[in-house]
Every structure is written in C-alpha cells, then in structure tokens.
C-alpha cells in the first residue's frame, strides 16, 4: 500500500461486534476473561487496549518499524526510550534540541547515571569525534529545534551501526509523510503526537517506533510497568488525525515554501531558517532525504522588542506554544520552547532573543502572509 492508504488502512480493521467502520474508543479499565488464564487478547487497559494498538499498528506501518508504542506525550515517550540504557551509558544528541528535551536529559536523566554530550550533528565526524566506549546511543533532532539543521543521517547511521549502537530519530517536525528515518538506517523513532500526527491541536501524546525485536518487547513491557499510556480518547483523536495526514502535509509543505521565500525576501528579516531555501546549508541533503520541507520556519528579527512587535501584532498566527496544527501558530523559542536551555547555549547555538519560530498552518497562505506582512511592518 501507499502512504495515503495505509494512513487510512493499516491497523483499522472494521470492529470485529457492530462492523463500525471506525475502530471504537473502548473506554474501560479492564476486561471479561472467559476462564482463569483465557481471555481474548486484553487483561487490563494499562496492558492493552483495542483503540490505543489500534493507532499503534497505524504509526508503525507508516513509519515502516515493526511495533508502536504510544505514550501520555512526547516527553514520556523520549523518556521511557532511555530507560532502554542503564546508569554509565552515554549518548550523543543534537546539540540544538528541544528544550524540554534537554530538560529531561540534564535535569532528570543525569541524577540516574546517563552522561549527555551535545554536538552539531550535521556533520557524523562530530559524532564520531564524541564518541566514547561508553556511548550506547545517539539522539538527533532533523531538522533541529528550532534552527532547522539537517543532520548528517545516513553518515551517522553507518557509524551507529558500526559501533553496536542504537540511532534514535526525533521525527515531529516532518511526520512519516515526509521522511521515515528507518529507511534511512534509524533503530528507533519518536514522535510528539499532539503535533503532525494529531494534527488538530486537540490531543497530547507520543509514540515509539522500534524496528527491533529486542526494542520492541523491552519498549512494550516499560509501558506497562511505568504506565505512562495513551488514553483510548486520544488514540481515536490522533488516529482520526492521521488519515489526513498526507493532504495536510502537502498544503504544509506548500505553504512554508511561499512563506519562507516572502520572509526571505523581507526586508525586516535578517536571515530565515529553512531547509526548502537554496541557501541554507544542508538544502541538498534535505532535497535527498526529504520528500518535501514542511511547514517549520524560524526567523531573525534581530532584538527581542523587533521579535515582541511581530509576536505582539499577528492577528491570524497564533502566539502559542506547540506546532503542526492546522492553525498557524508563532512562538519566541527563547522564552517559550527553549527556556530551559541555558542562555550562553541558546544564543551559541542562534536561539537569539529576536528569533521567532513559526508552524505554518493550512489556511489560505495569502492570509497568512499578509498577516505576517502586517505584523512585520508595525510600530
């Protein structure tokens, strides 16, 4: 199958009692056995639920992994994936990454044993130049959060599976619609559901992809034992949310790239991040790995009170946090997505107090950008 019909397909089989064409939400704690040790696949919902594997078996099959496991949101879902390592293991991340990301690793992770080195991963010979015998994984962000760098996947991936080391991809900004990063040599997949996959802005959650037996099962059982689930209510959100996943990535994807190329063309903007430009730096390895650039631009206004005029005067854009909703929405990453990363770092890595990240939405684009235009050219 292709995308588009395993967006709508894979794992929703018609309910098994009524025929429902769309799989139910099965709102219930436990379940019936018919005798002692004999039950029909579901003991208790922390374990199993018909709606939750429902949506699973959809993100793995899209993301072509061989298991899912969906999680409370994104963090959860990062965090029970570095329950996979134990205390003296090190891992290598993107060194622009989300700051609840870094928050989880430096605040939470380290007082467990997990050491964290974060290099620009756009090049895999600084992964390798960080390499330790200790290193067990490595954590990317493509493109990162938010300056939109594109890491050097398939060199890392080689170098990952040379050294017996698991590839783990964050993929919330492009969704599996336009890139899978197990085909591209990637172990393990994250997403933040309540971003592309919901689409709607209505449901927050996370997913594992494992292409590993070993994972997958070790994965399964953290679920359980930590409980960190999915609701069946948002299993049946996002999964309604995936089957137009294809259609809304397209209008994403058309509509950064005009957005992208008028902020370009501003001249109120300093520089504009974005992979679909021709002069962003890894442009041709996204035009490889990619099969579009999305709806995620970031853009220098050159100071905060620059940034606060645009933030402070969008009527259409929507100053909130979060992204991949079918609204746009305008964030200031400094102090907003990323104020948990240190300011020293934030502005090494361009995280400026005059940057705006943007989430291009499916509106009209020509709102959009007249919007923006407007709030561009305010007093």
């Given at each position: ?40 696949g579901f003991e208790y919902a922390r374990t199993q639920n018909p709606t939750r594997l429902a949506l699973e078996r959809n993100i793995a099959a899209l993301e072509g992994g061989i298991a899912a496991h969906c999680f409370a949101s994104g963090m959860a879902a990062i965090d029970t ?260 990363v240190p300011p020293e770092q934030r502005n090494r890595l361009g995280i400026t107090d005059g940057l705006v990240r943007i989430s291009v939405g499916i509106e009209d684009v020509e709102d959009i950008i007249a919007d923006l235009d407007n709030a561009l050219g305010a007093n």
């Amino acid at each position: 199958m292709a995308f588009s019909t395993k967006a709508i397909h894979a794992g929703q089989d018609p309910d098994p009692t009524t025929g429902a064409v769309i799989v139910p939400i099965y709102q219930t704690s436990t379940y019936v056995q018919e005798s002692l040790g004999n039950h029909r696949g579901f003991e208790y919902a922390r374990t199993q639920n018909p709606t939750r594997l429902a949506l699973e078996r959809n993100i793995a099959a899209l993301e072509g992994g061989i298991a899912a496991h969906c999680f409370a949101s994104g963090m959860a879902a990062i965090d029970t994936t570095l329950k996979l390592l134990k205390a003296g293991d090190h891992v290598i991340v993107s060194d622009n990454t989300y700051g609840g990301t870094y928050r989880l690793f430096e605040r939470v992770l380290r007082q467990f044993g997990l050491d964290f080195s974060y290099v620009d991963t756009t090049t895999a010979a600084n992964v390798d130049a960080a390499w330790r015998d200790e290193t067990k994984m490595v954590f990317l962000e493509t493109p990162t959060n938010p300056i939109m760098t594109i890491a050097d996947l398939e060199g890392i991936a080689t170098l990952a599976r040379q050294r017996e080391a698991r590839l783990v991809v964050d993929n919330t900004f492009l969704s599996p619609y336009l890139l899978r990063p197990i085909e591209w040599g990637a172990d393990i997949v994250i997403h933040s559901t309540t971003k592309y996959l919901n689409g709607h802005s209505d449901s927050v959650g996370g997913v594992v992809v494992t292409s590993r037996s070993d994972d997958a099962e070790r994965i399964g059982f953290l679920q359980n034992a930590v409980g960190a689930i999915l609701s069946p209510f948002d299993s049946f959100l996002i999964t309604r949310g995936i089957k137009t996943l294809a259609v809304r990535m397209r209008q994403h994807d058309e509509n950064g790239r005009r957005v992208a190329a008028f902020l370009d063309e501003h001249p109120g903007i300093l520089h504009v991040h974005y992979p679909g430009l021709p002069q962003h730096p890894q442009h041709e390895r996204a035009r490889r790995l990619f099969e579009g650039f999305g709806g995620m631009i970031a853009f220098e206004t050159g100071s905060l009170a620059a940034a606060r005029r645009v933030l402070d005067n969008v009527k259409l854009c929507a100053l909130a946090e979060s992204l991949g909703g079918v609204e746009t929405l305008i964030s200031h990453p400094a102090t907003m997505t990323h104020a948990s990363v240190p300011p020293e770092q934030r502005n090494r890595l361009g995280i400026t107090d005059g940057l705006v990240r943007i989430s291009v939405g499916i509106e009209d684009v020509e709102d959009i950008i007249a919007d923006l235009d407007n709030a561009l050219g305010a007093n």
